[in-house]
């Protein structure tokens, strides 16, 4: 006996649940292996998931097992060399518990870390667990300026170009055969008494004209009845609708004097990868903008932005006042959500300073979501960082942290970002 | 079609019409096989549970792989470890999967994989459903150990149950219960007692009971601690008063602080441990069962004129793989193939029963040149692997095999050959293959002794060697999941070289020594 069941259609992801309690479990571990991961990507390169590493030490389940030491006695097949009672020198011991392993074979392909893939939306949710786009809610009601027009039923009023004919003249049709019904009711009774009447013997003149005469009223009455009336017209109507923008602009800023190495600049890559990331949680379009400075500022591509050297000075304010300009030219800030970032080693020619802090206060905070600076540098702060310190007092879009080393830079971005609590200042 | 008049009555025509063997299958087709294979399987007197077989993807097959082959799991995360194993070693192709899962139940079901092409759906209903079929039904361990018919009920019950808990209890605290459960899965099984059958309603019904007695029975244990000093230490009680190898068992029924559900989860981990229980211990012979009925059976309907030869061509291609056996020094070895084994002993035992040779006459007095199809029902019925082995190995296979035996003892620095594949060395092969095979040496002996229930409570546990192998670097992971279940100190000793008992591992970890 047996009986055939298809059970392709039935749901094929049974282990969907087991699978969430394994990265749940082991979140550390993947969250751990997520933030070394990010050191590997390109800066827009947000589609792809991500494979993760968990030391498989870590995954074991234990249980009570045979351990090393004491007489084992193993039967093997194949023999092609041995007689009883020979002895062989006692092959390297493997790798893990090799309880059924052959002795003779060395080359033990231990795996020692477990590696799979995640999701980009798997990949994504970890990396920016906890984290939040800051001021997005004081913000968001001034942000509403796009509108999108959307039909919204149909209205009694309006401007000829909206009539609605459909809807018009289904209200003609209802509105005629409400207002002559019961005249047609009558008109059908008054002419069958008439083929009455003409049917009989008798010749009931009078009565035939009163019928008659009554019939023509009727007619009329109903003829009367206008085929459309201003009652029936229907516009369509329109609403607008708030829409929130989704396009943003991301400012990556970045002194490039003599002063920042390349191993300072990859700091700063990560943190710019960091951030964009971010903002395609959010946003679907983004734009960014490479600004790059010395004493002079330069709008450049993402390649020239990280890896062409420079020398000479440091004027900060320019790299500033060019993305203001930028903003300005292309970036209104009624369309587009503006979210600078600026990474740098400190040295600022210090007269320089106080300007930026003008800048910045008057023109970029106003038009910004947020703006975040980053200072690379295993010296004091200098005069740029103290500027920034009274900015940072006064504007709650304006953030500031201080990045020593590689390690330095994803707890100070998830601390940057981090679901605030605060009240706007 | 040129299988119109394919029914089994056609025997009148000595020219069969072969079955169609298109690549593709379709559901009539595989009725029609089907067909063939369990009039053949009966001409055999395979006896089965009435088959239900299963068609799925390969995205369903991993999700099977993944619960172990339960068809209905809890949820855990180790069962989702091991389906992102299985995921990424299917993509990158370095396994492939199964073609066939199969469930000891009643009735038997059975999973067809969709891409499989008719001959291998062909193969895989003669070895799943009328080979592991017969051999669930048939075989001793199984027929007292697991009750197939409520099997299912009972999964069903264990999962909703655990998805209950962790909606009363949380999600953290039913893993960490299952973690530890787990960890002690193989010390949860009755090796010599009988388990009662069980049907989900009677499970259901006794269930809430018997969290409420189990309580009140654990507080009543504290109260039978006698009070009188002297009797105290005239007669001191010793609990358990014989040592317990159940593990589980004994927590759930004496754990002191365990909660109600909580012994619940160790009544289904241990239940089910029991359950695969006689499949660890009859690999060989349940494969090589099965692999020899696939074999005779496709055979059986090729000599019929039933299939073609292009069928026979790529049903041999697949079942040489199943049941090669790499050499020691291949590189793809890896310890002996069960399938190789077991097939080739089914198929020799035949070969002793029809063309028996004076050797065998020698070494197999009783079975040489008897009826075969009642010698393998015999040797399938009433054996396990060690058994199975030291009963039926035959000095051809050992020297097919080439078998030989290294005795590997830690105390010299080299590994002695112990015995080749001659006549001096037989017997003894086939004694270590057996023992190989048997679970009592393979998983460790280790059990209850104390539980120290008029002190501090602490659990004692005894290892107690086998050859003098030392006990798993893990068995500080183990005890931390024991002790979570026990809440009081918990410690293994095992017996030193000059007699004496040594702590080996104890958790909480302690600096001082006792």
Not at chain 1, 133 to 145: A, M, S, T, V
Not at chain 1, 174 to 195: D, F, G, V
Not at chain 2, 396 to 419: M, P, T, W
């Amino acid at each position: 006996m047996a009986n055939f069941i298809d059970r392709r259609l039935n749901s094929k992801n049974k282990s969907t649940v087991n699978r969430q309690r394994f990265l749940r479990r082991y979140k550390n571990q993947i969250k751990k292996s997520v933030s070394e991961a990010i050191n590997q990507r390109g800066v827009t390169d947000v589609n792809s998931g991500e494979s993760i590493i968990i030391p498989k030490r870590d995954l074991s389940e234990p249980t009570f097992h045979q351990g090393d030491g004491g007489i084992k006695d193993r039967v093997h097949p194949g023999n092609d060399q041995f007689s009883t009672g020979d002895r062989i020198p006692r092959p390297p011991k493997q790798q893990g518990q090799g309880a059924g392993q052959g002795d003779a074979s060395d080359s033990g392909e231990g795996e020692d870390d477990f590696t799979f893939s995640i999701s980009k939306e798997e990949y994504l949710n970890l990396l920016f667990e906890d984290l939040e786009l800051p001021n997005l809610e004081k913000n968001q009601l001034d942000k509403l300026i796009e509108y999108k027009t959307v039909r919204s039923g149909f209205c009694a009023e309006g401007v000829a170009s909206n009539i609605d004919i459909v809807k018009s003249l289904q209200g003609s049709i209802a509105r005629r055969i409400a207002m002559t019904s019961s005249k047609r009711k009558q008109l059908k009774a008054l002419e069958e008494a008439l083929l009455a009447l003409t049917n009989d013997k008798h010749d009931n003149i009078q009565k035939k004209r009163a019928l008659t005469t009554e019939i023509e009223t009727l007619k009329g009455k109903i003829a009367k009845v206008p085929f459309i009336d201003t009652f029936d017209l229907r516009f369509r109507n329109y609403a607008k609708q708030a829409v929130p923008t989704s396009k943003a602009v991301m400012f990556c800023l970045m002194d490039v004097s003599g002063s920042m190495d390349q191993a300072t600049k990859e700091m700063a890559k990560r943190f710019y990868i960091l951030l964009y990331l971010f903002l395609s949680r959010t946003y679907k379009n983004i734009d960014v903008v490479y600004i790059r400075h010395h004493t002079q500022a330069k709008e450049v591509n993402e390649h020239e932005f990280f890896y062409s050297q420079e020398t000479g000075g440091t004027i900060a304010s320019s790299a500033l006042e060019l993305m203001n300009d930028i903003i300005t030219e292309r970036y209104n800030d009624n369309q587009w959500n503006i979210y600078g970032a600026q990474a740098s080693d400190g040295d600022n020619w210090a007269d320089d300073s106080p300007r930026c802090k003008k800048i910045l206060e008057q023109e970029i905070l106003p038009k910004s979501r947020y703006f975040s600076y980053i200072e690379i540098t295993q010296r004091a702060h200098q005069t740029l960082w103290k500027h920034y310190q009274q900015v940072e007092e006064s504007h709650p879009n304006f953030a500031m942290q201080h990045i020593k080393s590689v390690a330095d830079i994803y707890p100070v971005f998830r601390e940057l970002f981090k679901k605030s609590t605060q009240s706007a200042a | 079609m040129t299988n119109k008049n394919n029914t089994a009555e056609n025997i009148k025509n000595t020219k069969t019409t072969p079955l169609d063997d298109t690549p593709d299958w379709t559901f009539e087709l595989l009725e029609q096989y089907q067909h063939e294979i369990a009039r053949v399987a009966d001409f055999y007197r395979l006896d089965t549970y009435t088959n239900q077989i299963e068609v799925i993807t390969a995205e369903q097959m991993m999700d099977a792989y993944a619960s172990v082959g339960m068809p209905i799991g809890y949820s855990h995360w180790t069962f989702g470890k091991k389906f992102i194993q299985t995921e990424q070693n299917y993509k990158r192709g370095q396994m492939g999967l199964a073609y066939e899962i199969v469930i000891n139940s009643s009735p038997c079901i059975s999973y067809l994989m969709e891409e499989n092409t008719l001959t291998m759906q062909a193969l895989v209903m003669a070895h799943a459903c009328y080979g592991h079929n017969s051999f669930f039904k048939g075989n001793y361990l199984f027929k007292s150990w697991t009750d197939a018919s409520s099997i299912i009920d009972y999964l069903l019950f264990a999962k909703n149950y655990i998805a209950q808990c962790e909606q009363k209890y949380g999600i953290n605290e039913v893993e960490a219960t299952l973690d530890a459960c787990h960890a002690l899965m193989s010390h949860g099984v009755d090796r010599y007692k009988r388990p009662q059958k069980i049907s989900l309603d009677e499970e259901l019904k006794r269930q809430s009971e018997r969290a409420e007695y189990l309580q009140s029975q654990v507080n009543a244990l504290w109260r039978t601690v006698p009070k009188k000093e002297q009797q105290e230490s005239e007669n001191k009680y010793k609990f358990p008063k014989e040592p317990q190898e159940n593990i589980l068992y004994f927590i759930e029924k004496n754990a002191p602080l365990l909660q109600p559900w909580q012994r619940e989860i160790v009544r289904i981990v241990r239940k089910i441990s029991q359950y695969f229980y006689p499949q660890k211990q009859t690999q060989v012979m349940n494969e090589g069962w099965a692999c020899f009925w696939h074999y005779t059976i496709l055979n059986h309907l090729y000599d019929e004129g039933l299939v073609t030869d292009k069928f026979m061509l790529e049903f041999l291609h697949s079942h040489t793989n199943v049941v090669a056996q790499p050499e020691y020094n291949s590189k793809f070895y890896s310890g002996i193939n069960p399938y190789a084994l077991g097939f080739n002993m089914f198929i020799d035992i035949r070969r002793i029963c029809e063309h028996p040779t004076e050797e065998d006459k020698e070494y197999f007095p009783e079975i040489a040149g008897s009826n075969w199809i009642d010698t393998v029902h015999f040797a399938m019925e009433n054996f396990k692997d060690e058994s199975f082995i030291s009963q039926y190995l035959s000095p051809k296979l050992i020297r097919d095999f080439k078998l030989f035996h290294i005795h590997d003892d830690s105390d010299n620095n080299y590994v002695e050959i112990g015995a080749i594949h001659n006549e001096q060395g037989y017997k003894k092969v086939r004694h270590n293959l057996a023992n190989q095979y048997n679970l009592s040496n393979i998983e460790v002996n280790i059990q209850i002794v104390d539980a120290n229930v008029d002190g501090d409570r602490a659990l004692t546990l005894r290892y107690t060697p086998h050859n003098d192998v030392e006990l798993g670097n893990s068995k500080d992971e183990v005890l931390k999941h024991l002790h979570y279940l026990w809440h009081f100190d918990v410690k293994i000793i095992q017996e030193n070289k000059s007699g004496e008992d040594k702590v080996i591992a104890c958790c909480p970890q302690k600096n001082k020594d006792d």
